[in-house]
Each structure stands twice: as structure tokens, then as C-alpha cells.
Nanobody, 126 residues
């Protein structure tokens, strides 16, 4: 079992920044691929970013590339999502997710993640 707890969401004006954190427990953190997804009202949950177990490989959705940065601290068991230049269309509930499969290349596919946090709301006002 892996427990994930997100924090750092909130209300921000367009152009602003937020940093989300995801604290993990229950398994050796360096053995987990971490991902961030988001779900806006009335829409399906969509991929945002993922990072490999060592942190050496990252992938981003085209919509956030160049604005968001995913990172991790394996010593602290925490994954981060730094969000800059936020836009109203970034408004959503953001979820962190854990993939415990021993894959070298992180996956961007939602169904391949095994554990999910409860989500944190991010609202970007225009």
C-alpha cells in the first residue's frame, strides 16, 4: 500500500505560480514512479507530468510544457509540481499518483498508476 497526500493548492491570479507537494509513505519512495494528473469540472482526468524513479526522466503534457516542472526528493519522500505562468484553463483538482511497476520509462497512462492521492484544488482567476 502507498499513501499519498497532496498539498499546496489554492487560488492564484493568471500569470502566478504555485508549487504542489505530494508526500508518499508505505513503500520505498525511490522504487515508485510518480505522476501528476488533473481533472476539471465536467472533464476526464488528464495527464500532466511524470517523473521516473531516479528523477532522470520526465514527461509533460503539451499544454503545460515549458510552464510546469515536476521533481522529486527521494530523501524526503516527496514529489513536487512547480506551476508557473498559470492560466485560467489550468483550474482543476490536481492529483498525484504512484506507479509501483518497475518500469524504466515512466508512463503517461492514467490506468497504469496504482495509487492516488485525494487531490488538491487549484483555481486560476483571470
Amino acid at each position: 500500500q502507498v499513501q499519498l497526500v497532496e498539498s499546496g493548492g489554492g487560488l492564484v491570479q493568471a500569470g502566478g505560480s504555485l508549487r504542489l507537494s505530494c508526500a508518499a509513505s508505505g513503500r520505498t519512495f525511490s522504487s515508485i514512479t510518480m505522476g501528476w494528473f488533473r481533472q476539471a469540472p465536467g472533464k476526464e482526468r488528464e495527464f500532466v507530468a511524470t517523473i521516473s524513479r531516479s528523477g532522470g526522466i520526465t514527461y509533460y503534457a503539451d499544454s503545460v510544457k515549458g510552464r510546469f516542472t515536476i521533481s522529486r526528493d527521494n530523501a524526503k519522500n516527496v514529489a513536487y509540481l512547480q506551476m508557473n505562468s498559470l492560466k485560467p484553463e489550468d483550474t482543476a483538482v490536481y492529483y498525484c499518483a504512484a506507479d509501483i511497476t518497475s518500469r524504466i520509462v515512466p508512463t503517461t497512462t492514467r490506468r497504469e498508476y496504482d495509487y492516488w492521492g485525494q487531490g488538491t484544488q487549484v483555481t486560476v482567476s483571470s
